[in-house]
């Protein structure tokens, strides 16, 4: 089965910047469940606005960037128009900052609709409380009606992922869709989301710097350093990473029960900057 992303050697060079942000990232994304992680910094939001075009200060180069059938680093801003939002969608990490303070939920929820496809304002609202009940959300008409102040961290995170998979996408990169959210919320949402992957056979991306996520919610993982990868493995194996930034990620980690002597830090080397940097 051909691949819905097909990423290799990508390089994102920041105006004005000594040193790219990111270089030499490769990756192929079929129907399935891609975790990024790293440290803040690593290049990982950058890979997802990059494949997405939304780096006006930046320049982006690769030897091949294709999305199905449409060469995204060639393609023009009207065929990324008609790729944003539709075919691929994004989910921000913070509902409060994504979602228009001065409309309504629900309207937002339309417009992403009615942005991409020809229909009446009750259609697109007919799609959107149907959207809303697919996120487990209990009074889709009341939640259409109110503003985004009115609602929770964890409801207006289901209203932006209802927002972002409306338009059935193929790919949906989730930028730390989670992070501003309480465990027990966070959990709830990573189901949902779950279920809508597997359900519409999508391929996802999930970008986050939480090994555990990527262990129990991915299939397969890219640890960035320094904007490049420095391993790729399934995520059932994330624990026998072999690379040694990989492994101070992991020893860094608290756990519940385990010892309580300070945590080690990583001591990084200068080869891991090289493409093919010394590791076990």
Not at 41 to 62: E, I, N
Not at 127 to 134: G, I, N, S
């Amino acid at each position: 089965m051909e691949p819905i992303l097909d990423v290799h050697n990508l390089a994102v060079h920041y105006r004005g910047a000594p040193n790219p942000a990111v270089g030499g990232v490769s990756f192929q994304l079929g129907r399935e469940r891609l975790g990024i992680v790293g440290e803040s910094g690593s290049g990982k939001s950058t890979v997802g606005r990059a494949l997405l075009k939304l780096l006006d200060t930046a320049d982006v180069t690769a030897d091949r960037m294709r999305f199905e059938d449409i060469d995204l680093l060639n393609a023009s801003e009207k065929q990324m128009l008609s790729v944003r939002g539709k075919r691929i969608s994004m989910i921000l990490q913070d509902p409060k900052f994504s979602l228009n303070p001065t409309q309504r939920c629900g309207d937002q929820i339309s417009e992403a609709y009615l942005t991409h496809f020809r229909s009446s304002r009750a259609e697109a609202k007919t799609r959107a409380l149907e959207m809303l009940e697919q996120v487990h959300i209990r009074d889709p008409e009341r939640v259409y009606n109110l503003y985004p102040h009115e609602v929770s961290g964890g409801m207006g995170q289901r209203i932006m992922i209802a927002m972002m998979l409306l338009t059935d996408p193929a790919l949906v990169i989730a930028d730390e869709p989670t992070s501003a959210l309480d465990v027990t919320i966070r959990l709830q949402v990573l189901r949902i989301l779950d279920g809508l992957v597997r359900e519409k056979g999508i391929g996802l991306i999930m970008i986050s710097h939480d090994l555990n996520l990527v262990r129990n919610f991915c299939d397969k993982v890219l640890i960035m350093y320094a904007g490049r990868v420095v391993e790729t493995l399934a995520a059932r194996d994330l624990d026998n990473a072999q690379h040694p930034y990989s492994r101070g990620l992991l020893a860094a980690q608290p756990r519940l029960g385990g010892a309580r002597t300070p945590l080690p830090v990583l001591e990084r080397q200068d080869s891991w900057l090289e493409p093919d940097g010394a590791h076990p």
